[in-house]
C-alpha cells in the first residue's frame, strides 16, 4: 500500500508544527546552555577568588602562630632582663650600703 501525494502532504503539515516546536526546543536549550556555562565561569571566578582568600587565611594563620612563637619568646627574654634587673638593682643597694658603712667607719676611724 503506497501513500499517495495527498497523504505525504498531509503527513508533512502533521510534521511541520512538530519540527518548529523542535526548533524552538533547540534554540531555548541552546540558550540554556549558554546561560549555564555563564553561571559555570561566575561558580569558576568564585571558586578562585574562595582559593585565594584561603591561601591568604592559611598565610595569616602562619603569620600568627609565629607571632606567637615570638610572644612567648619576647616574654622570656623581658622575664630574664627583668631578673637581670633586679638582680643589678639589689647589688646596686648592697654596695651603697656597704660603701654608706664603709664611709661611716672611715670617718669615725679618722675622728677617734
Known amino acids: ?59 595569616l594563620e602562619a603569620d600568627v602562630s609565629a607571632l606567637k612563637a615570638s610572644q612567648k619568646e619576647i616574654r622570656k627574654d623581658i622575664k630574664k632582663l627583668d631578673d637581670k634587673i633586679t638582680d643589678t638593682y639589689e647589688l646596686a643597694l648592697e654596695s651603697w650600703g656597704t660603701s654608706t658603712e664603709n664611709r661611716t667607719w672611715i670617718e669615725e676611724s679618722m675622728t677617734s
Open 1 to 59: 500500500m503506497a501513500l499517495s501525494n495527498e497523504d505525504l502532504q498531509a503527513i508533512a503539515n502533521l510534521l511541520e508544527p512538530i519540527n518548529h516546536r523542535l526548533d524552538n526546543l533547540e534554540n531555548r536549550l541552546d540558550n540554556m546552555e549558554n546561560r549555564l556555562d555563564n553561571l559555570e565561569n561566575r561558580l569558576d571566578n568564585l571558586e578562585n577568588r574562595l582559593d585565594n582568600l584561603e591561601n591568604r587565611l592559611d598565610k
